[in-house]
């Protein structure tokens, strides 16, 4: 069936660093890729998305390119915030009409000053 | 900017008690969805609601559970008997339209089953 995996967290970094969260996928069809943010105590918010292979998504920094050979959509942001301090989860959309979302198993990511 | 909203933020039931969890979607919405997240673990699909019924749902929406769209604006969870292991983050989602485009989530429904 579909499913996500990510990096395990938690990943630690200083201001100012370069980030990436791995993550891969498994998917019958072509899905649409994306990039959920939870920040603490708060919803889960889109970051960005792609929805098709080569696609780029980007937002607030971030980037996500959409590989179809490896199959992944790695986060990307070179130069991280103290306020980027959150738990990301990379997901994807369910080929079928439903479009019901898959989610990885999240990956916390804590920005020290 | 328009936004899904749910209700309560936060409930504590006992165990065995019905418990009903209440969203209102982003009005020009037409896909509704539930998601649970355990404490700790990865967000897990529910069920899916199109065209006033549900379209998919998952091994963990059980007979326990239901959804309702009652009067056009809410969309309503119910569990009949709650246990333990339902206690979980609820979230609420909508969509506008295809499988490619953004999902909205409500800030989220705590259940706490004591």
């Known amino acids: 069936g579909n499913s996500v995996t990510q990096m395990e967290g938690p990943v630690t970094l200083s201001e100012e660093a370069f980030l990436t969260i791995n993550c891969t996928y498994t998917?019958?069809?072509?899905?649409?890729l994306f990039w959920y943010v939870q920040y603490p105590g708060e919803g889960l918010q889109l970051l960005l998305k792609a929805t098709k292979a080569d696609d780029k998504g980007s937002n607030k920094g971030f980037e996500a390119t959409y590989r179809k050979e490896t199959t992944s959509f790695h986060l990307e942001k070179g130069s991280v915030q103290v306020s980027d301090s959150a738990v990301y989860f990379c997901a994807l959309s369910d080929p079928s009409n439903t479009g019901k979302l898959i989610f990885g198993q999240g990956t916390t990511l804590q920005v020290k000053p | 900017e328009p936004e899904v909203t749910q209700t309560p933020s936060h409930q504590v039931t006992q165990m065995g008690q019905e418990v009903i969890l209440r969203c209102v979607p982003i009005?020009?919405?037409?896909?509704f969805y539930w998601y649970r997240q355990i404490l700790g673990q990865k967000v897990e699909f529910l069920v899916s609601f199109y065209n006033n019924e549900i379209s998919e749902k998952s091994e963990i929406f059980d007979d326990q559970f239901s959804v309702e769209r009652p009067d056009g604006s809410n969309f309503t969870l119910k569990i009949r008997s709650t246990k333990l292991e339902d206690s979980a983050m609820y979230f609420c989602?909508?969509?506008?339209?295809?499988?490619?485009?953004?999902?909205?989530f409500g800030q989220g429904t705590r259940l706490t089953v004591v």
């Open positions: 989602a909508s969509r506008e339209g295809g499988s490619n485009t953004e999902a909205f």
């Open positions: 009005s020009n919405h037409l896909y």
């Open positions: 998917a019958t069809g072509y899905p649409s």
